[in-house]
Nanobody, 116 residues
Framework: QVQLVESGGGLVQPGGSLRLSCAASGSIFGIVTMGWYRQAPGKQRELVAT???????NYNFFVRGRFTISRDNGKNTVYLQMNDLQPEDTAVYYC??????????WGQGTQVTVSS
């Protein structure tokens, strides 16, 4: 069974940066959209950013200009570069792949904590 494996989370001070990665453990045919979502304690899961194709991106208003999503189709990998992190960015971050048949795959989540 294919799994999405995330890495790159951790503890960072306000204003710092982190880069998240998410790779599929096996082959997934027909990936259309890759994305990142996050869930803070007591809140619903929300979209952070998605990328369709190589350059069609969509960002949560609150991360636009600070976060950048990119993908490597050859490696079935999606990245999230997060700059100028703030305490309100603290959450568990999940990656998501969607295929043209509307199959959805989720990662297990990686904790990002922004604190001084």
């Amino acid at each position: 069974q294919v799994q999405l494996v995330e890495s790159g989370g951790g503890l960072v001070q306000p204003g710092g940066s982190l880069r998240l990665s998410c790779a599929a453990s096996g082959s997934i045919f027909g990936i259309v959209t890759m994305g990142w979502y996050r869930q803070a304690p007591g809140k619903q899961r929300e979209l952070v950013a998605t990328i369709a194709g190589t350059s069609n991106t969509n960002y949560n208003f609150f991360v636009r200009g600070r976060f950048t999503i990119s993908r490597d189709n050859g490696k079935n990998t999606v990245y999230l570069q997060m700059n100028d992190l703030q305490p309100e960015d603290t959450a568990v971050y999940y990656c998501n792949f969607r295929t043209y048949r509307s199959d959805a795959f989720w990662g297990q989540g990686t904790q990002v904590t922004v604190s001084s």
